[in-house]
């Protein structure tokens, strides 16, 4: 686990767009997001590691007494328990976004409130 520069979201944008399918996304989200993060700072990016390979990414967000991790992904169950508890020690709560695919993988959500999203099929 490592939390990384907001100026150095490109890893962590990879990560996260090859963990959820969209590998060419990375870096219009990279450049997306750094514009956008440059000046706020109730924001970590978070990134998880097997070895020296990136594993996962998580954006955590500041949010009342505890946070939020609404944009992440991994690659692996293993690095987003570790993304999650990460998160989840960083305040007293934390709300979790849920897609179908972390669901399907065994992930279970944890005692905090959840949000369960999936993408639109046009």
């Known amino acids: 686990m490592e939390q990384i520069s907001r100026l150095h979201l490109g890893p ?3 990560a ?6 969209t ?4 870096s219009w989200l990279a450049r ?5 993060l440059e ?3 109730g924001y970590l990016p978070l990134l998880a590691y ?9 954006l955590w967000q500041a949010q009342g007494p505890g946070g939020a991790a609404l944009l992440w ?5 293993e690095a987003a328990h570790a993304l999650l508890h990460t998160a989840a020690g960083l305040g007293r709560s934390l709300l979790v976004a849920w897609g179908p695919d972390d669901l399907a993988a065994g992930l279970q959500p944890p005692e ?5 999203f999936s993408r639109l099929q046009m």
């Open 12 to 14: 962590w944008a990879e």
């Open 23 to 26: 590998p060419g996304w990375g």
């Open 32 to 36: 997306h997001l750094g514009a956008r």
């Open 50 to 58: 097997q070895g020296d390979e990136v594993v996962g990414a998580l």
């Open 39 to 41: 000046t706020e700072r």
């Open 16 to 21: 996260l767009t090859q963990a959820r399918g």
């Open 112 to 116: 905090h409130e959840a949000v369960i």
């Open 73 to 77: 992904g991994t690659r692996h169950a």
